[in-house]
Structure formats: C-alpha cells, structure tokens
C-alpha cells in the first residue's frame, strides 16, 4: 500500500509539471541531481557487517547472524558464509536513500497518518469504487471459496488487496534485500539526517521534548529488530524455496506480492490452486493468502470488534483500519444496488 502512496505523489508532482519546456526539463534534472548529492554516501558492504576476523561489527548484526544460523525458524538454517557471500554481488550494495529517511524522519508516522486519511478520500472516488465493485464480480468464485472457508467477508479481503496493491497493479520495484539491510546499518544515521533537515526548516528542534525524542529512539530500535527479523525470513525461505534472495522485490517497506506479505509472514502463505507453487502474484494464492492471514493472525470474525481487529493486524494503524472498513463497506453497498 505504501508504495501507491508514493506513486500517488509522483503522479501529483508529474501532472503540475506537465507544461514544462525540456529546457525546465533539463534544469530541473540538475537541481534535482544537486539535492540527491547531499544525501549520506551510504553504500552497503561487506565491511560494515563483520570485521577482518569475520566477527559482527555490533549486537544488532550478531543477532542476524545467530537467527540466521538458528536450527528452528521459517525456511531452513542459512549459515554466516552464505550470508557474507551476498555482499560480493553489486547489487547487493545498493540503498534507497529516500525511502530509508521515509522511515527514519521523526515526522515518520504523522506522514504515514495523513497518507492514509488521504488514501481513503482517494479510494471512495467513484472510479476506485466501480474498480472494487468489478473486482467481486470478476474474481467471486475465488472470493466466496476464501469466505467459506476461512470466514472472512469478501469485501474485506478485496479492500485490503486494494490498499496494499491498488488490486495488484503496484507491488514495488524495491530489492527486499536491499530495503531490510540499509536499515539495519543506516538508520540511526538517517534520522539524524532527517532531523538536520527539520532544524534547518523549521528552526526548531522537534528532539528538544524529551519524551518524544524518548519515544523516537524506541522507534527506530524496534524498527531494526523488526528489519532483522525480515531479512532472517527473507534469506532463510529463499534457500529454502531455491530462489535467489537478491532477486525478490517489494515495497519500500519490504513487502511482497499483490498482498504484501512481509517476509516473517509468508508462513500465512497458502497454494490455493494446489499448483505446488506459492505465488502472491496470483490471485487464487493472494486471496487465499490474505484470507488465511486475518483468520490465523488475525482471529477475524465478522462483527465489528473481529473485523477491525484483524484488519489491525495487517497494518497497526487506525487510519488504515477505517479506511480499509469504510472502502469495504462502500464496495459492497454499491454491488447490491
């Protein structure tokens, strides 16, 4: 979902800019060169993980490392050698500055508020409410099967795949890999950065609370534990699965599929068309996926109480709960009719 987001504020900023002459073209192109070189030069490497003795430079990497190693967890044990040997390939280098500072900035989770709030003026248009209504109808035999069996309403699933997906159209470009790494190593600095930037703009020091800079702090420590645990689950069903860890892409938040299942959660995961193959990028498994989800994690039940419940399990924000319920509700209205 956070990746439409994005790309709703792309669209915005495209269509102002419409009239422009490729001369504005080319100098916007340079000013814009000009603010991406005042980024931190941060690279991913090999060592910023473990020093010449192979050791983990810090506890949050020794903890990787030792989850990855683990005897138990999802998928199977990937060991220290085949972790380190990732960093040798290019492409595991890469860091997406702006979205790393997305996450790390102290307006991080108004940002995402009002995202959310204004997602949902977005999706009760007539035009994504007649996209919902067409996607019932198209896809019903899949989605009164999810309801039978795990006993979640239709139109809820179809409004969650709506926001997180846009229906599939918008699953990210982002290596996972890549998004759960720069995390762990780069975000203490990214918030530092993002702080700067708010002092300078602002002429206030937004750390001078002390509860709030408190309550920042937990944030950020949480969030890498929680980029820990997604790299762990991301390397361990690789291996398991056969599949190339680099090659996965998601959301700049790592998620996957028209589901966007986080990678600790692909244990929800189901193969609904019994292919021998989990896909969240079909639909049978996706809905299914998500329906076994609200269900498992979730304990949904079709009051109120379960429904939002659930809903906040799949994203632990009111303003995404409400604007899932109200985009369901409206969908399913407008079928009846």
Known sequence: MKIILTLLSVLIIVITFSGNTLSNH?????????VSEKYPSWVIKKN????SKL????NIIKLLIDKLEATEGIGVQVTKTEFLRLFSRRESRIVYKDKLIKYATPNSQNIQKE?????TNYLLGQDKINEGVNFLNKYSYLLEGAERKYGVYRQDLVSILMWESGLGKFTGNSRVFNIFMAQILFIDSAQKFALNKIIKKEGANPFADSSFREQEQKRISHRKI???DGLVALLRYCKEKKMD????KGSWGGAIGYAQFMPFNLRYAVDADSDGVINLKEWPDAIYSTANYLKVKGNYSKDNKGRRGAIFQYNHSDEYVNGVVRYSDEIYKRQLQ
């Open 115 to 119: 995202e959310h709030n204004n997602y």
């Open 55 to 58: 050791e983990p430079r810090n």
């Open 226 to 228: 929680y980029a820990v």
């Open 245 to 248: 860890p680099l090659c996965q």
């Open 26 to 34: 080319k100098h916007s192109h340079k000013r814009s060169r000009k």
């Open 48 to 51: 910023l993980i473990v020093n």
